[in-house]
């Protein structure tokens, strides 16, 4: 059994979060590894590999306590009342800790400024061992009070460093600033490899013990999540091009829902997401169509689970899958209906793929899967989802030949979702594929690339004042780093604006320093500013802001320092009513 204290570990990450080296960090924590972590040593690669890596962890399911639930449950871990002070800090944590602004929007080191005061300096000397044990406990109780229990046992038997660094293993990010990629690589030299076509961390760390023994490359598995393929972001349709020159391309919508792939193996159905979590809700509507129209014993998926509004007969708002799911397994009726478009397969029969060409792999889709309109669809090139899309829609997927081939799928794409009475294709852009290309794990090289609306600008700049402000985290902790920005209300003629309706929420577009500049210039008295907006030419329904519509991926273009506050756009004028009516 591994008697490794965690107080080892924690001097580690202490070392590591300070030291700007990044082969130094790579040693010293090969160096840890190797001396207590060996399992000649009677430790435990997994328990200490797991801390360090706990976004990869799939043996603990989700402990259910981000930052703010965490705060309660801390705050009747240490039995302090709901107004304390600290407990307040704690509930506040975006806005830093006692000394005005400090740790802002980095929950752990409020935390620790709260322990400090109520935590020794003296280790409880805990194991890697026993720690895991009580986070498998916080993990599985789905009871508050066991929770609270098992983080007030936690607090008796650490010193406030190590409650820190638990406190970042319970919210899955330890910004120890090293790679992903290095910890496996320190580890094996295979690790990587292993785990892209795995997704198992465990079975990673107990195959790969000895560091001299390569290990044969291994295929994917039915039933064994793999990291999927990405796609490179790229800027316009030349840019895009360039990098394909040569290939035979294929250009498809970019859907706007949850990455799944599909593992049938026999009757046994798997839905697996992007971070490798199996999703069985997704099975209560969809098993059934599966079973029965993959026709081949056991294959793999990989496509877009989206969601179908049949009376509006359209694909509905981003976010719904989880409500559909759940309304398909307490057998509601529903006007929606969840439709998975396969763009690709990777297993068939009992061989991997992922080797084949897209094209043969196009092929395969077409062999293997009867699709079901509105159910289960593939996308390929003049077939699937392209032979029965509603007539004056444009196609799904095309092969292309030339720059203005792609620029056309792109417009007409765009101008679809934006302008079509129906509102029928639900994409965020396009992706562009090599034909020729195998499929990847966890690859984002050229093969594939996403062109999207909001990386292009768009018309028309929107001239909107700055209302409002919100904290930012991290690099941005404790200062204002996005602003909510407003469009007046029409005012009578010769008069300024009296009223403003919020309108959307704005973050990116400026440079730390030009932030730092607007921030700066808006304090004491948030004075009021001008910003044009450009965005994503889309607009959406708003619930949350006054404006009846926002904007989608919204982007400070300019400062204008220029414009005094009262010419600000106001809600009726032209361009923005133009906006208005384009989405209706
Ligand atoms: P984004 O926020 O743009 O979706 P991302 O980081 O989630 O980015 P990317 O690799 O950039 O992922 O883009 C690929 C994602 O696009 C896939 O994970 C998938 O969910 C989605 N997608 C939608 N339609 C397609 C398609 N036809 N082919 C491949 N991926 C698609």
């Known amino acids: 059994m591994s008697a490794t204290k965690f107080s080892v570990m924690v001097s ?35 328990a200490a590999i797991r801390l360090i890596l706990p976004p990869l962890d799939r043996e603990r399911g989700s402990y259910g306590l981000r930052e703010h639930v965490l705060a309660t ?20 944590w975006r806005k830093g800790g006692a000394k005005s602004g400090a740790f802002a929007g980095n929950f752990a080191l409020v935390a620790a400024e709260v322990l400090q005061r109520r935590q020794g300096m003296s280790s409880g000397d805990l194991t890697i061992l026993e720690l895991n044990e009580l986070l498998d406990r ?3 109780s789905d009871n508050r009070p066991e929770k609270i229990s098992v983080l007030s046992e936690l607090i008796r038997k ?7 660094w638990i ?8 910004k120890l600033g090293i790679s992903e990629k290095s910890i496996f690589h320190e580890f094996h030299p295979d690790a990587e490899d292993l785990f892209n076509v795995t997704c198992d961390l465990k079975l990673v760390c107990e195959k790969l013990q000895d560091r001299s023994q ?38 498809e919508c970019k859907f706007d829902g949850d990455r799944i792939q599909i593992h049938k193996n026999g009757a046994d159905i798997k839905f697996f997401s992007r971070n490798f979590l199996d999703h069985p809700e997704y099975g209560y509507g969809m098993s059934n169509f599966i079973r029965e129209n993959i026709l081949v014993d056991r294959c793999i998926l990989d496509g877009e689970m989206l969601v179908w509004d049949k009376s509006a007969n359209r694909f509905a708002e981003f976010g719904s899958n989880q409500e559909i799911a759940k309304a398909a397994k307490d057998g509601l009726d529903s006007d929606r209906q969840l439709r998975y478009v396969a763009f690709d397969i990777l297993y068939a029969g009992d061989t991997s793929v992922i080797h084949q060409s897209l094209k043969e792999r196009h092929q395969l889709l077409q062999q293997f899967v009867k699709p079901i309109a509105g159910c289960l669809e593939i996308l390929v090139p003049n077939g699937g989802l392209n ?25 007409e794409t765009i101008d679809n979702s934006f302008l079509s009475s129906t509102g029928n294709v639900r994409d965020e852009g396009i992706v562009l594929k090599d034909l020729g290309s195998k499929w990847e794990p966890s690859d984002r090289s050229a093969k594939w690339m996403k062109l999207k609306p909001d990386y292009i600008r768009a018309g028309s700049d929107l001239d909107a004042l700055i209302i409002g402000g919100y904290y930012g985290s991290g690099r941005h902790g404790g200062e204002v780093a ?24 704005v973050g990116t577009g400026l440079s730390d320093e030009e932030l730092n500049t607007v921030v700066t210039k808006l304090k004491p008295y948030f004075r009021s500013i001008i910003v044009s907006i450009t965005s994503d030419i889309r607009t959406v329904r708003s619930e949350v802001f006054a404006a009846p519509y926002s904007l989608r991926f919204p982007r400070i273009d300019r400062v204008r320092y220029d414009k005094p506050w009262h010419e600000c756009l106001d809600v009726q004028c032209e361009l923005v009513t133009s906006i208005l009516i384009h989405f209706r």
């Open 12 to 46: 580690l990450f202490n070392w590591m979060q300070k030291s700007k080296s990044s082969s130094l960090k790579r040693s010293k924590f090969r160096k840890f590894l190797d001396t207590f972590c060996r399992p000649q040593n009677g430790a435990d690669y997994f």
């Open 73 to 92: 449950c801390l705050i009747d871990a240490l039995g302090i009342s709901r107004d304390s002070p600290d407990s307040q800090r704690l509930l506040n």
């Open 138 to 140: 916080l993990a599985t």
């Open 158 to 164: 650490t010193n406030v460093q190590e409650m820190k």
């Open 167 to 174: 406190i970042m293993i319970i919210l899955k990010d330890l």
């Open 214 to 251: 390569r290990h044969k490359r291994q295929d994917i598995e039915v039933g064994k999540p793999v990291r999927p393929q990405l796609a490179l972001r790229v800027s316009n349709a030349a840019a895009a091009w360039k990098k394909l020159h040569g290939k035979e391309v294929v250009v």
């Open 387 to 411: 032979t029965h899309r509603p007539a004056g829609e444009p196609c799904w997927s095309l092969i292309v030949h030339d720059v203005d081939g792609i620029e056309r799928f792109f417009k």
């Open 482 to 505: 996005q602003f909510l920005v407003g469009l007046a209300e029409r005012p009578s003629p010769n008069a300024y604006p009296k009223r403003f309706l919020s309108f959307c929420r």
